[in-house]
């Protein structure tokens, strides 16, 4: 089992520049999010899904785009990046919604210059 | 929304020490989490907790859900260097699938 898995793992984008984020998951997990990670921030959930062909909002959603078409990934789109979009990026996955807790994926970090 | 504090934000500790991190939360929650993310990883679970008063260990670490409901802890004994990483408690209330993550602690061990 690979569990979850990030693509790409390190990113530079230019202001304006769009890009996919892909995560992929082995365990037939129902539940998948996004998150950023800043510095000092923690953990801030962007998207989140419960199941395939299903997509909501969290906390910091402005900016970002997501899509469920298989259960077994889920996208992170930034339409036109911006510099406020640096961050780490990381994908999670549960069976239960996260009650028994979230596997996370390595990671992504991303630059917008 | 649900936030949680979590204190302290980081600690520089000798190695053999124990430490004691906490969260607090003004809202409820049925389970409290307690994760590591070592530096360039994603964050993995160390101990889940359901119930109120529950007192929980995995080799070195223990943690205890509030009688409250409104916090937990996380005690590591006899620190190690590979201790090193943020810690992050995180909450679930009620019927929703989300967690809430506090903002972590920083450990830093010197051997």
């Known amino acids: 089992n690979a569990g979850v898995t990030q693509t790409p793992k390190f990113r530079v984008l230019k202001t304006g520049q769009s890009m996919t984020l892909l995560c992929a998951q082995d365990?037939?997990?129902?539940?998948m999010y996004w998150y950023r990670q800043d510095p000092g921030m923690g953990l801030r959930l962007i998207h989140y899904?419960?199941?395939?062909?299903?997509?909501a909002k969290g906390e910091v959603p402005d900016g970002y785009n997501v899509s469920r078409l298989k259960k077994q990934n889920f996208l992170l789109g930034l339409e036109s990046a911006a510099p406020s979009q640096t961050s780490v990026y990381f994908c999670?996955?549960?069976?239960?919604?996260?009650?028994?807790?979230?596997?996370f994926g390595p990671g992504t970090r991303l630059t917008v210059l | 929304g649900q936030q949680l504090n979590q204190s302290p934000q980081s600690m520089f500790i000798q190695e053999g020490e124990d430490v004691s991190m906490n969260c607090t939360s003004s809202?409820?929650?049925?389970?409290w989490l307690w994760y590591k993310q070592d530096p360039g990883e994603g964050p993995v679970l160390l101990i889940a907790?359901?119930?109120?008063?529950e007192l929980t260990s995995n080799g070195r670490l223990t943690a205890q859900f509030g009688i409250t409901r409104k916090d937990s802890f996380l005690n590591i004994s006899a620190s190690i260097p590979s201790d090193v990483g943020i810690y992050f408690c995180?909450?679930?209330?009620?019927?929703?699938?989300?967690?809430?993550f506090g903002k972590g602690t920083l450990l830093t061990v010197n051997p």
């Open positions: 999670a996955s549960s069976y239960d919604g996260g009650t028994a807790g979230l596997y």
């Open positions: 365990m037939n997990h129902e539940y």
């Open positions: 899904s419960v199941g395939e062909g299903t997509t």
């Open positions: 809202s409820i929650f049925n389970t």
């Open positions: 907790l359901y119930k109120a008063g």
């Open positions: 995180a909450g679930q209330g009620g019927s929703n699938y989300k967690l809430t």
